[in-house]
């Protein structure tokens, strides 16, 4: 019963560096997204997908990109890292309805 | 767009009593759904209630309940009895409905969140 597995956990990157957050869920949910929390704030938007070999915008998808090519896997790319990008990443999934999302445990991105 | 706000950044509350946490919502949809989460130090988003927009009953789970004030746009979280494990930050989220917005990926909008002191 592992829900929403992210990783890695931790992470601190260079200034124009690349890496992927790692997304997996194992319930079947179609809809899958990303989400980033800046310090003291709430939870925005980056991407999403009503699944597979389906992604669209959300508030904040610039200097990210996404794919889905399984119902299970959501990875986020990361493409030349900037330090406006240190944040915690949150991936989520649910089914389209009515429920709340099911949430992985975040990935603290660093950029230094 | 939906937006939500949540004028309290920060709450304290003796333990064993009671706090109100505000959120209100801007949308012109009639039906639509409502959260709370709990995300305590360990960062795991967790739900706390949901509520549809569709019922009066206000939702009751345990110590927390909500009032639901759809004319006002009003969706507060009471937490009663508090307990020190109720330490964190809380975000009040709004939800399309599937019927209305499914290609748009029922999007989840959150506030910015209240923290919640417990004192002992």
């Known amino acids: 019963n592992a829900g929403v597995t992210q990783t890695p956990k931790f992470r601190i990157l260079k200034i124009g560096q690349s890496m992927t957050l790692q997304c997996a869920q194992d319930m079947n949910h179609n809809y899958m997204y990303w989400y980033r929390q800046d310090p003291g704030m709430g939870l925005k938007l980056i991407y999403y997908s009503v699944g597979a070999g389906i992604t669209d915008k959300g508030e904040v998808p610039n200097g990210y990109n996404v794919s889905r090519s399984t119902t299970e896997d959501f990875p986020l790319r990361l493409e030349l890292a900037a330090p406006s990008q240190t944040s915690v990443y949150f991936c989520?999934?649910?089914?389209?309805?009515?429920?709340?999302?099911?949430f992985g445990s975040g990935t603290r991105l660093t950029v230094v | 767009a939906q937006t939500v706000t949540q004028s309290q950044p920060e709450m304290s509350v003796q333990e064993a009593e009671t706090v109100t946490l505000s959120c209100t919502y801007d949308t012109s949809e009639s039906d639509y759904y409502l959260f709370w989460y709990k995300q305590p130090p360990s960062r795991q988003m967790i739900l706390v209630i949901r509520q549809e927009a569709y019922k009066q009953q206000n939702a009751t789970e345990n110590r927390f309940s909500v009032n639901f004030q759809k004319a006002a746009k009003s969706f507060s979280l009471k937490i009663s009895d508090s307990q020190l494990g109720d330490a964190a930050m809380y975000f009040c989220?709004?939800?399309?409905?599937?019927?209305?917005?499914?290609?748009?990926?029922?999007?989840?909008?959150f506030g910015g969140g209240t923290r919640v002191l417990v004192k002992p």
């Open positions: 989220a709004y939800r399309s409905s599937p019927i209305v917005i499914k290609a748009a990926g029922n999007k989840l909008t």
């Open positions: 989520a999934s649910s089914y389209a309805g009515t429920g709340g999302y099911t």
